[in-house]
């Protein structure tokens, strides 16, 4: 297993020689599977469909920050559904602005997320999530979940109901619509589920995983595997939502991915573990160090 600890350390030396160029290739790459992956999802509006108007939209990406992408996607999910209902799109453009406003101003490293999550949920893997969004992004994860998982619902509705609406005008024809996209979105239980769902699971991996015991993070991965076990496929079979064979595969690949990223990035020894006592005029510290496993020694690194 130390190879793995080897290509991330060569990895990193490359990422950190050219991370101006990687980073936007990266933006660009994330971009594209967002917005073509919209497309095959609800592709309503043919001018979205053109290649050409998918790579501008791309491209902006690339040179705009990381989370400037969900907006992006956000655009094209509405420009989709006003072809389709025009209260569907009116709802989803003022839970962007809304999410806009109150979220990538406080945090807009995270953005990201936003436009993650939807992508899961549209490839029917959400359950490699909350884990890895717990260990990766810790605590604050929990606010673009809580905020991406509705979108994603209303996507949802409007893709399955896309023949039943009428697109009309008329302000009766707008009222029934309005009703019927509350009562199928926001009375959904299963929506509430996966909102519980995700935040118990950021909230209980990014706890546990700052404890000071042996094997945190492993146990921390395994107490979220456990919670969407529970409250993810068991709650989905009660509220008849989900699918088994998805949700099964979605765990299996979220426990893998979560050990991968533990053994990665926490690496350590802890038949190695010390713990150190010393004081200065105001304080005393309890400090218990644990050594990161290497791939080598120092005197290998030296040469």
């Given at each position: ?147 991406a998982i509705p979108f994603w619902f209303l996507m949802q509705y ?6 039943a609406f009428q697109n009309a005008v008329d302000f009766n024809v ?82 893998g991915i979560a050990l991968l990223y533990e053994y990665l990035f ?38």
């Amino acid at each position: 297993m130390t190879g793995l600890l080897l290509i991330r350390d060569k990895l990193r030396a490359f990422y950190s020689d050219f991370d101006v160029y990687i980073r936007p290739l990266l933006r660009l790459v994330f971009a594209l599977l967002c917005l073509l992956s919209i497309n095959g999802y609800m592709g309503y509006f043919p001018l979205l469909q053109r290649m050409p108007v998918v790579l501008l939209g791309a491209l902006f990406c690339m040179l705009m920050p990381l989370g400037m992408t969900a907006f992006v996607a956000a655009v094209f999910v509405i420009g989709n559904m006003a072809k389709v209902s025009l209260v569907s799109a009116m709802v989803a453009a003022v839970w962007a602005v809304v999410v806009g406003l109150l979220y990538l101003g406080f945090r807009p490293k995270q953005g990201w997320v936003l436009a993650v999550i939807p992508l899961c949920f549209m490839w029917k893997i959400p359950f490699v999530l909350p884990v890895v969004l717990g260990l990766a992004a810790g605590a604050a994860a929990v606010v673009p979940a809580v905020c991406a998982i509705p979108f994603w619902f209303l996507m949802q509705y409007v893709h399955e109901n896309a023949e039943a609406f009428q697109n009309a005008v008329d302000f009766n024809v707008l009222t029934q619509e309005f009703a019927a996209l509350a009562g199928g979105v926001f009375r959904n239980s299963y929506m509430y589920l996966m909102i519980l769902m995700f935040v118990l699971c950021i909230l209980c991996v990014s706890v546990i995983k700052r404890l000071s015991m042996d094997h945190a993070w492993t146990v921390a991965v395994i107490c979220g595997i456990a919670l969407e076990a529970v409250l993810g496929v068991g709650g989905g079979l009660m509220l008849g939502g989900g699918d088994l064979l998805w949700d099964l595969l979605g765990l299996a690949v979220s426990l893998g991915i979560a050990l991968l990223y533990e053994y990665l990035f926490f690496a350590v020894d802890y038949s190695g573990t010390e713990k150190l006592q010393f004081e200065d005029d105001d304080y005393y510290y309890y400090v218990k160090a644990v050594p990161k496993i290497k791939p080598y020694d120092e005197d290998e690194r030296r040469e």
